[in-house]
């Protein structure tokens, strides 16, 4: 099943590969020198500032809350999709390179614009990441799609520990696409995907510790894999215009709550922070702020240079 997730990525690479053009988005700018070519670049501001970061064709960073200023872009050769970071405000950027049909994950300090790290992933396309806050461990899922030659099977869940070195792969038979992963507070991943017999909505979870997912069946099914995410107390899941809310208790999700999101069209990934959340628009090319849980119309919008397909906070190092 190719959802419209999976078209957004595909949409993405189409634009890596071609180039794409560099314009700067509402509520910063970007110098002539920076467009023409084509470099990773940071204000000096940024290091002191929490900052938004969002996949939009490349990596575009903005200051996080009030003006929301364009402060810095990383010319990121690939296709980044979902963002991820962690408590130091480091963020991992998830890229797939369609010529060479392999894939790596690059991780940025708070404010730089070089990669502190490139972690392998040959051979099938990384699109999730999430980060585990009890250990420092780096989750990312892998899509296998007909288009990558080298993909044999479903996709698979690659832990790093301590984000380094070579990772562990972990599958569940269930799924035939991964797309989404998230940490709770205790250390358990979450992934949702779609089913490898049933093009139908899947969420596991793979407990702290364990190499065997266990399988979520919720109280109310998503239309489509949506982006996931713990919100200190429930797993909070995205279904095109609005968050649901789920409290985890076993092999049960109970819904406890809805975030509409009003004037939203096409939600790819959101990050709550606090009573705050976040959202990537990619059909309207905009990210919008909302009140969390409450949704509703948002406190404020700005636009992107292309279609968002994830979106990270990273918060200033202490």
């Known amino acids: ?98 010529i060479a049909y392999t894939g790596e994950v690059l991780e940025y300090a708070h404010g730089k614009t070089r990669p502190i790290e490139r972690l392998k992933n040959v051979g099938a396309y990384p699109y999730g990441c999430a980060v585990d806050p009890t250990t420092g461990d780096l989750a990312v ?68 510790g364990q190499s065997k997912f266990n399988h979520i069946k919720l109280s109310v099914s998503p239309d489509n894999p949506g982006a996931i995410q713990w919100d200190g107390g429930d797993l909070a899941i995205t279904d095109t215009k609005q968050i649901y809310e789920f409290s985890i208790e076993g092999e049960r999700g109970e819904e406890v709550g809805v975030t509409p999101l009003v004037g939203s069209d096409y939600v790819s990934q959101f990050w709550i922070d606090g009573k705050n959340v976040s959202v990537a628009d990619y059909k309207s090319e905009s990210v919008g702020f909302y009140s969390y849980p409450a949704g509703g119309s948002p406190t404020k919008t700005f636009g992107t240079p292309y279609f968002p397909s994830g979106l990270a906070v990273s918060v200033t190092p202490r």
């Not at 314009?23 to 470099?39: C, D, L, Q, W, Y």
């Not at 003006?67 to 970071?85: A, E, F, I, M, Q």
């Open 141 to 208: 899922t892998n899509v296998c799609a007909n288009y990558i030659p080298s993909c044999d099977g479903p996709g698979n869940v690659l832990i790093y520990k301590n984000g380094r070195g070579n990772p562990i792969s972990r599958k569940d038979n269930s799924l035939g696409y991964y797309y989404y992963c998230a940490y709770d507070d205790s250390g358990n991943l979450y992934v949702d995907g779609t089913g490898r017999k049933h093009p139908t909505f899947h969420l596991a979870e793979l407990p702290k």
């Open 1 to 98: 099943m190719i959802n419209r997730y999976t078209l957004a990525a595909i949409a993405a690479l189409v634009f890596a590969g071609c180039g794409g053009s560099q314009v700067a988005p509402t509520g910063g700018a970007m110098t002539a020198s920076h467009a023409a070519h084509g470099k990773s670049w940071m204000l000096p501001e940024a290091k002191g500032e929490n900052l938004l970061y969002v996949s939009a064709g490349y990596v575009y960073v903005y200051r996080y809350g009030g003006r929301n200023k364009l402060v810095g872009h990383l010319n990121v050769y690939g296709n980044p999709d979902t963002l991820c970071s962690d408590t130091k405000g480091n963020v991992w950027v998830p890229v797939f390179k369609g």
